[in-house]
């Protein structure tokens, strides 16, 4: 769900304020970003502008370490975040039909949005689940032994 622009200034003055905190401390730089990342979701540019000011460093610093660490997200997310897992395990037991399918049924591919904001795709590595596998999240639900077949009726709770 989009932030209204009164959000977006709230969030931006909690940001100013853990900025300032944090901004003399070695190595400021990740847990600013991390902050962001949880206040607004995701690092737009203008966000990455205001670091950089913020910390008189470029904004191609902090743009590099954004799309560095998978932690970082440079888009907004939907409001389900779909994770398939594609490491071994769950690759090697059909997770590469099981994300096939997602892809399938909502119309977007892995790293993007749908439309309507209601869905994000991932494709991730090892979840940690690999007695399960294959293994796909919903935000923080873990539906595992997956096939192409139970994928519908999964996405179909979230509409």
Not at 36 to 43: E, I, M, P, V
């Amino acid at each position: 769900m989009a932030l209204t622009p009164k959000e977006i200034e709230a969030k931006t003055e909690q940001l100013k304020a853990f900025i300032a905190e944090h901004k003399d401390v070695d190595g400021p730089l990740m847990p600013i970003m991390q902050e962001a990342q949880n206040l607004f979701g995701y690092l737009s540019l203008d966000t990455q502008e205001l670091i950089a000011d913020s910390l008189g460093i470029p904004v191609t610093d902090v743009y590099g370490v954004a799309t560095f660490y998978a932690q970082f997200s440079l888009k907004p997310k939907g409001d389900n975040v779909v994770s398939v897992c594609t490491g071994t395990a769950c690759y090697v037991k059909g997770a590469q039909a099981v994300l096939d399918k997602v892809v399938e049924i909502l119309g977007i591919a892995p790293g993007e949005t749908t439309d309507d904001g209601k869905f994000t795709i991932q494709e991730t590595r090892c979840l940690g689940c690999c007695g399960l596998a294959p293994v796909m999240t919903i935000n923080e639900t873990v539906y595992g032994r997956l096939t192409p077949a139970d994928i519908k009726g999964i996405l179909e709770k979230y509409q």
